[in-house]
């Protein structure tokens, strides 16, 4: 039962360096969302894909891309880090885009970018 | 626009005592609200939510809810907590006219043997 998968767990940039967080989920939900962690901030929403095909905008998005590849995946990418990028990244899903369904979220990748 | 405030940061308690975790929203429409859990280096785990009819919520691992429209607040409490219990607290709110979830700052509980 693997719910929503994130990889990688760990990663170390340096100033500049680009990067593709991967999310991939099994339960067939039609919305995903990206979110970062940071201390005493809680988790602020970077993008969401509503469905296959669309994506918004969240709070904080500057600085990032996302690509709905399809209806299991959705990914981040990092054009060219910088260390206020420092964070902890969670994907998660929901089903068919709903606001009274639940969040379900990976287990998060840990970035730090020197 | 919603918003979600957390009032305590830090709540430590001791084993087998009750706890209240205070979450109060804002918000010019109807809301959804929620509690989840993030145990340390984990994704966050949904405890209880609230969509319509009973106030009073009840969720895993012992925990409850109460919304209260009022005071725009949905305080979680548990009537004696485990050492288990130690965690990150997270409330968070969606609206029934978006998609998009917003979360409070959250609350690390820390449970003293």
């Known amino acids: 039962n693997a719910g929503v998968t994130q990889t990688p767990k760990f990663q170390v940039l340096k100033t500049g360096q680009s990067m593709t967080l991967q999310c991939a989920q099994d339960?067939?939900?039609?919305?995903m969302y990206w979110y970062r962690q940071d201390p005493g901030m809680g988790l602020r929403l970077i993008y969401y894909?509503?469905?296959?095909?669309?994506?918004d905008k969240g709070e904080v998005p500057n600085g990032y891309n996302v690509s709905r590849l399809n209806k299991r995946e959705f990914s981040l990418r990092l054009e060219s880090a910088a260390p206020s990028q420092t964070s902890v990244y969670f994907c998660?899903?929901?089903?068919?885009?709903?606001?009274?369904?639940?969040?379900?979220f990976g287990n998060g990748t840990r970035l730090t970018v020197t | 626009a919603q918003s979600v405030t957390q009032l305590d940061s830090q709540v430590p308690v001791f084993e087998e005592a009750p706890v209240e975790l205070r979450c109060n929203y804002s918000?010019?429409?109807?809301?959804?609200l929620f509690w989840y859990v993030q145990y340390p280096n984990q994704g966050l785990q949904l405890l209880l939510k609230?969509?319509?009819?009973?106030?009073l919520v009840k969720g895993i691992n012992g925990f409850e809810a109460e919304f209260n429209k009022s005071q725009t607040s949905f305080h979680l409490r548990k009537p004696s907590v485990h050492i288990s219990d130690t965690a990150e607290y997270f409330c968070?709110?969606?609206?029934?006219?978006?998609?998009?979830?917003?979360f409070g700052t959250g609350t690390s509980l820390t449970v003293i043997p």
């Open positions: 998660a899903s929901s089903e068919a885009g709903s606001e009274n369904s639940p969040l379900h």
């Open positions: 339960m067939n939900h039609n919305s």
């Open positions: 894909s509503a469905s296959e095909g669309t994506t």
């Open positions: 918000s010019s429409v109807s809301v959804y």
């Open positions: 609230y969509l319509s009819g009973s106030t």
């Open positions: 968070a709110v969606s609206s029934n006219t978006g998609n998009q979830f917003y």
